[in-house]
């Protein structure tokens, strides 16, 4: 009976060390471990699994089993002095450097495993055949190696206690303190074993031999509790647990169904068979990788607190953002970040929409972590690295990863969709965990659901544009054949009723009485015949091949007509027209006309006590015309549609005005912008030089 529990339990602190130094060899795990840990977990993997083989061993007898137990006991003499070494050298590098990842490697540290060196010796005297007990040439040796290896453990609490309270890494006070109390115990339970119980205890000398040989399975147990509890010090566990269950999986399978075919089958044919079934198992195991997957999923769920919530939620948020294709891509970015956030359990979601010019154009979510200038960092190297996604174990680059870590983000998302360029950071889980394989997996799936989204939505927005250009062109082509009814029918008899009204009053000379009636009714007929000509010219389409004319002697000539309206209001004016100014491809009557209406609104917005601004200039061949007030402004959204026909933003406007000025600007091949603000608002009209 006792053997078998020593089998099982040696092979299950084999199968712990190896979960644990698989977990720090991982490819994504390398740059967050450190070689000491490493050489101590090996030390002990290699002092676990030698013992484990030979005990298996034990039952064999032969040359070659000889030979194989004699390789065995060089594994365990490798491992007993790596343990110590190992611890050394941790001890070294906490009191000169703490924990931190070191970029080259310190010399002087390879002192510490100058009692490597004991090994050609002792190896030696070991030489086969060994005797009957297993472990009897390693108790000549036990004194001395347990007596020097609790000194070692000594200078490492003193270590371990002193850098507790200096490193940054999360949980490591916790674990530092926990590790010194673990070593404690380790020594008084090895030095009372060896110095105290066996001289007075010989017969339980099998038990106890035990317990110290599974001693330095206790501090990698804490160091996988914390990894698995804590994720202490970055390291993923999860995914290398599979490979612990298969090995742990080989030896059970072996102990049942393999152990009755080798005790029916000759001596000699049953140490061959056992290194067959190994070799075929470890080659079956790391050919197929589906199993590996598959395995690692089932305990990715089994270990997982919070996965078919997540996943529930995640699906959840997948079938809301469905039912929002509707909204703006900065509507919809700011609604999917705090849900994201909610559904993921972590520290905080951001999200930014960038201008094509790079800068920022939304904000949403837990933003306000990072300053402008870290957003555009974290973007560029995104962007420079040329990934769609990555996390700080995946980075392609340091910089990148530094730049991960030091703004608390597990994972950063960088999308971009026509004109708009979008960046989603997700931070840690509580608990300093990342997120899973799956979760992350999913929240790309989200991600590039919620651009399709967005750009559906932009692609929405654009037909419905387009449609309300069309509605506005119909509704101008229906004005246009209105005013030329109106032309025909109102013209013709304006233009008699002047005719007689001014016969009339010739007839009876300026000094009848009716003179002054007459000359209002012609007064009225010529206001009515002037309206008559606007809405011709808006429904008639602009002249093509006009002659040239001088934009800023235009100017002048409204400012004389307006300068009086805007002395009466007691608004400043102010005029900057240079000199010798070129003469542009336009009529006189376009150009009058799209100042005027720029002018005439400056004054309004600008009120009584404001103020407007009158400057044109040449550059790079082209003539441009700037016309500010001190108004109050023009909201965002209508300054979209101000140059829309019927869209006015006074109560009593036409909303013709600003229309006009914009379709005689594009007839004359120009453009026209509007900038508004708090402190004002100002038309730029850019004309093309003769």
Aim: a positive charge.
């Amino acid at each position: 009976m006792f053997d078998t529990v020593q089998l099982l339990s040696l092979g299950a602190a084999a199968v712990i060390d190896t979960v644990l130094l698989l977990v720090m060899l991982e490819q994504r795990n390398r740059q967050f471990t450190r070689v000491p840990l490493v050489v101590m977990v090996a030390g002990a993997w290699l002092w676990h699994g030698g013992l484990f083989s030979l005990l298996l061993l034990a039952e064999f007898s032969g040359w070659a089993a000889w030979e194989l137990q004699w390789a065995c006991f060089v594994v365990i003499l490798v491992g007993l002095l790596l343990m110590p070494c190992g611890m050394t050298h941790m001890t070294a590098r906490l009191l000169r450097h703490g924990a931190q990842v070191l970029p080259r490697g310190n010399p002087w540290h390879m002192l510490a495993y100058l009692p490597l060196l004991a090994i050609v010796p002792l190896a030696l005297r070991l030489s086969p055949p060994p005797p009957s007990r297993e472990l009897e040439p390693l108790l000549a040796f036990a004194l001395p190696y347990i007596f020097w290896a609790g000194l070692v453990k000594l200078a490492a609490i003193w270590a371990l206690l002193r850098s507790r309270t200096r490193l940054d890494i999360p949980n490591a006070g916790r674990f530092f303190v926990q590790m010194a109390g673990v070593l404690a115990g380790m020594i008084l339970v090895q030095w009372g074993i060896f110095f105290v119980l066996l001289p007075f205890w010989p017969a339980g000398e099998r038990y106890l031999i035990l317990v110290a040989a599974l001693s330095p399975l206790a501090p990698t147990l804490l160091l996988a509790y914390f990894v698995l509890r804590y994720n202490f010090m970055q390291l993923m566990l999860e995914r290398t647990l599979v490979y612990g269950g298969i090995v742990a999986g080989t030896v059970l399978f072996h102990q049942i169904a393999f152990q009755g075919i080798t005790t029916v089958l000759p001596e000699r044919y049953r140490l061959p068979l056992i290194v067959l079934e190994c070799i075929a198992l470890v080659s079956f195991v790391l050919v197929y990788q589906p199993l590996r997957q598959r395995i690692a999923e089932a305990l990715r769920y089994l270990l997982g607190r919070r996965v078919a919530q997540s996943r529930e939620q995640l699906r959840r948020l997948a079938t809301e953002m469905s039912a929002r294709a509707g909204l703006a891509p900065a509507e919809l970015l700011g609604w999917f970040a705090p849900r994201l956030r909610d559904a993921l359990a972590v520290d905080y979601v951001a999200g930014w929409l960038f201008h094509p010019s790079g800068d920022i154009r939304v904000r949403c979510g837990d933003a306000d972590r990072l300053s402008t200038d870290e957003v555009a960092r974290l973007r560029d190297r995104l962007r420079e690295a040329g990934v769609a996604w990555c996390n700080p174990r995946t980075a392609p680059s340091p910089a990148l990863a530094d730049a991960l870590r030091s703004s608390h983000t597990c994972l950063a998302v960088l999308k971009g969709y026509q004109d708009v360029l979008g960046m989603l950071l997700v931070g840690w889980r509580r608990g300093n965990l990342e997120l899973g394989e799956e979760t992350t997996n999913s929240v790309l799936l989200l991600v590039e659901q919620l651009a399709i989204t967005a750009e559906n939505s932009l692609l929405q927005g654009e037909r419905l544009a387009a449609e309300r250009r069309l509605l506005q062109s119909e509704k101008l082509s229906a004005l246009g054949l209105l005013a030329s009814s109106i032309a025909h029918e109102v013209k013709n008899p304006l233009s008699a009723i002047k005719t007689i009204t001014t016969v009339i009053l010739e007839e009876l000379g300026p000094e009848a009485s009716h003179a002054e009636g007459l000359n209002l009714v012609l007064g009225e007929v010529n206001r009515l015949s002037a309206s008559t000509a606007r809405i011709l010219d808006f429904a008639r389409p602009g002249a093509k091949g006009a002659d040239s004319a001088c934009v800023g002697k235009a100017i002048f000539g409204i400012l004389q007509v307006l300068g009086h309206l805007a002395r009466q209001q007691g608004i400043r004016m102010e005029t900057h027209l240079e000199d010798n100014l070129p003469t542009v491809h336009a009529d006189e009557t376009s150009l009058r006309e799209i100042f005027f209406n720029l002018l005439s609104n400056s004054l309004e917005a600008a009120g009584p006590g404001g103020s407007v601004h009158v400057a044109c200039r040449r550059e790079n061949g082209c003539v441009i015309a700037e016309v500010r007030d001190s108004g109050p402004g023009i909201p965002a959204k209508q300054r979209e549609r101000l140059f829309e026909p019927f869209h006015s933003t006074k109560p009593d406007g036409t909303g013709l005005g600003l229309y006009l000025v914009g379709r005689h600007v594009r007839e004359l091949g120009g453009e026209v912008r509007c900038v508004s603000g708090a402190d004002g608002t100002t038309f730029f009209v850019k004309l093309r030089a003769l």
